[in-house]
């Protein structure tokens, strides 16, 4: 058992334990590290690192080095040109050849998947849904036998990890899937550069690189490192046969060309200084299938041309400053993924009803709201632009004011999510839409309810005024497996279930942030219902919601985050025969008890949750939590 709390040594354990693996195979007896060659300590930890727990790299690499000299020089050498060592030094030969016999194991769908993966850096944390819809854009998957060509390409995705050629790099305890994210491991990923190389797949634009048949790739990943201007930049690189464009780092306007005519996939994600305005001719890119913006906090608008993207079928602007999706959007008839708002990571951001509270009152006054923003909208766009920072000129000033600033405070808008035209409903292909602000009319509702391919749904701005329509809509999706609500201030989600007769049978995910007052009774049919998640929920009847929701057969996620039950301290009691699946358990509400009958969660691996003062009282029936693997005390 583990809490996350406690801090560790600045060389952990479990580093130590891995450095004897390969120091007794270099020197041929165990060492003191510390006293003997402290300078091997830190390259020897990048060459384990790059092994990954391999036990073939380790005992080669390992026998490799008892040869060399014992000096940090030698072995960062090593580290640095492992690709050169593996491809050039007998010695190593080994390993490359077990790990390409590892690939060329591979059937074709999968080599194009693994082959994919050089386009992202060393160590990068790859998201399972960015890499799925991505390979689907280009063309990797197709629908089969009532599978989409995203489900076949997600299954694309587990065959690789079963595989080992790539590895889960975080086991997220907020997805159902259990696994949101991916590595390569560090030798097998030269494998996929060589490979790449030999068949002009991938190129990385970086510091330091050279012009050569490799210009001719499908796939150009830009590093952040990478100073190169306009005529550099076009001399390397052959626009006409780009498939996809990646860039990490640092935004520069000539890296969307209208020459990039065969463009599938533009994944900006995360990119700096990226401005709306650096998007105006996208529109060019007729055959682009997959767009990202995400986390491009200095986007506060889509250009109207958005909508001759015909063949559009993911857009992704999650963690801008947009508000608003322009009208064209409804012309996107392929698109089949569309996420807005904030990023899930933020998504426990402080409401507008908690924001006002430290704000002075003149700012709460709507009009007076709109005259200074105004104010201070004019006084920005006549200031010197050095003084507006980050490279910010007076147009972007205008567009965050115009576009952000104001109709957040002013209107007091849900950033949360955004607000689309009407016409919706004909974005038949639609499976995943979200966040949505229905709380400036019905007529969304209405296009909703004609999504019936949808599977993933959220919404915010829910009242009692559209509760009820939007029952109504929901109930009709059948095919949906992930819904998330979200409704700020008084009365909250009160009274906007009390509709539903018979919730979507098949959904997996349920996510409620309101003031809920009682859990909704149909909460008790979702029979294949994964994960719960509740937020300023206030549920006054504590005994009983715990009960109904340890009854749920499937439930392996739960989080009941701030505000879930009404009162101060509150005490709960998980009763033997609950909870049957559940895995992780989240409490943010400021426990006074929480006790553990025999019989109850018997699966349980994570415990997280908060006590207002810690006794001998206050945490009942651990011992009985046979798998409980982590306790994190907050």
Same mark, same amino acid.
């Given at each position: ?15 130590r334990?891995?450095?004897?693996? =390969?120091?007794?195979?270099?020197f ?25 727990g ?7 690499? !390992? ?12 072995? +960062? ?53 960015r890499?799925? #819809? ?19 390409a ?22 159902t ?11 097998? +990923? ?13 190129f990385? =634009? ?8 490799q ?8 590093n ?58 996208i ?11 995400r ?14 993207? #015909?063949?559009?079928?993911?857009l992704?602007?999650? !963690?801008?400053?947009i ?22 990571a933020?998504?426990?951001f ?9 704000? $002075?009152?003149?700012?709460?006054? +709507? ?16 200031? $010197? ?8 000129s ?20 849900d ?5 689309v ?12 839409? !979200?966040?949505?602000n229905?709380? #400036? ?17 959220g ?14 809509a ?7 497996e992930?819904?998330s ?28 942030y ?34 109904v929701? !340890? ?22 009691s ?5 909870f049957?699946?559940l895995?992780v ?7 006074k ?33 046979a ?8």
């Amino acid at each position: 058992m583990e809490h996350r709390d406690c801090p560790g040594p600045s060389t952990s354990t479990h580093s130590r334990s891995r450095i004897n693996l =390969l120091f007794p195979l270099v020197f041929g007896r165990t060492i003191n590290l510390d006293e003997q060659y402290p300078t091997l300590i830190e390259q020897a930890n990048l060459i384990l690192k790059k092994c990954n727990g391999l036990p073939l790299a380790i005992v080669t690499i !390992g026998g490799f080095l008892a040869n060399q000299p014992k000096i940090a020089f030698q072995w +960062r050498k090593l580290n640095e040109h492992i690709s050169a060592e593996l491809a050039m030094n007998p010695e190593l030969g080994t390993i490359k050849t077990v790990l390409m016999r590892s690939y060329d194991g591979l059937p074709y769908h999968l080599k194009s998947c693994f082959l994919y993966m050089p386009i992202f850096p060393e160590d990068y944390r790859v998201g399972r849904g960015r890499l799925v #819809r991505r390979w689907t854009a280009e063309g990797y998957s197709r629908e089969v036998r009532g599978k989409s060509a995203v489900q076949i390409a997600d299954s694309y995705f587990m065959e690789l990890m079963s595989r080992s050629m790539i590895l889960p790099s975080e086991k997220s305890i907020h997805s159902t899937k259990g696994i949101d994210s991916c590595q390569v491991h560090d030798l097998i +990923r030269e494998i996929g550069i060589s490979k790449s190389m030999e068949e002009n797949l991938v190129f990385t =634009l970086e510091e330091g690189c050279i012009s050569n048949s490799q210009a001719t790739v499908r796939h150009l990943a830009i590093n952040g490192n990478w100073k190169g201007d306009k005529s550099e930049f076009e001399s390397i690189v052959d626009m006409l046969r780009l498939r996809s464009l990646t860039v990490f780092g640092q935004w520069k306007s000539f890296f969307i060309s209208d020459k990039m005519s065969m463009l599938r996939v533009l994944d900006l994600e995360d990119t700096k200084d990226l401005r709306h305005h650096h998007l105006k001719h996208i529109w060019k890119l007729l055959h682009l299938r997959y767009l990202s913006l995400r986390a491009c906090p200095t986007i506060f608008d889509l250009p109207d041309s958005l909508g001759n993207l #015909r063949q559009l079928e993911t857009l992704d602007v999650r !963690g801008t400053g947009i508000l608003k999706l322009p009208k064209s959007i409804i012309k996107l008839q392929k698109l089949n993924h569309l996420r807005a708002g904030i990023i899930p990571a933020y998504e426990d951001f402080v409401s507008w009803e908690q924001a006002v509270g430290h704000i $002075p009152k003149v700012m709460k006054c +709507r009009p007076c709201t709109l005259l200074l923003g105004t104010m201070l909208c004019c006084l920005a766009c006549f200031a $010197p632009e050095s003084f507006l920072g980050d490279g910010m000129s007076h147009r972007d000033v205008c567009a965050m004011f115009c576009c952000c600033i104001l109709p957040i405070l002013a209107t007091r808008l849900d950033a949360h999510g955004v607000l689309v035209p009407s016409g919706m409903t004909k974005l038949k292909a639609l499976h995943t839409l !979200g966040v949505v602000n229905i709380g #400036r009319g019905k007529v969304i509702l209405q296009d909703i309810k004609g999504l019936t391919r949808l599977r993933k749904l959220g919404v915010t701005g829910v009242n009692k005024e559209n509760g009820q329509e939007l029952c109504s809509a929901i109930v009709g999706l059948r095919h949906l497996e992930s819904l998330s609500i979200r409704s700020e201030g008084e009365p909250g989600l009160s009274g906007c279930f009390d509709g539903m007769s018979s919730p979507p049978e098949n959904l997996q995910s349920l996510k409620l942030y309101g003031n809920l007052v009682k859990l909704p009774e149909w909460i008790q049919e979702l029979k294949h219902l994964v994960k719960l998640k509740l937020r300023n929920s206030t549920i006054s009847e504590h005994d009983a919601a715990i009960q109904v929701i !340890g009854n749920l057969p499937n439930l392996t996620f739960l989080h009941l985050l701030e505000k879930s039950f009404k009162g101060e301290e509150v005490c709960l009691s998980l009763l033997p025969g609950t909870f049957v699946r559940l895995m992780v358990l989240e409490l943010r509400p400021t426990l006074k008890c929480l006790k553990f009958e025999q019989g109850a969660a018997c699966k349980l691996e994570l415990l997280k949750f908060r006590f207002a003062d810690i006794n001998n009282e206050s945490l009942l029936g651990l011992p009985s939590l046979a798998s409980l693997k982590e306790v994190v005390l907050q």
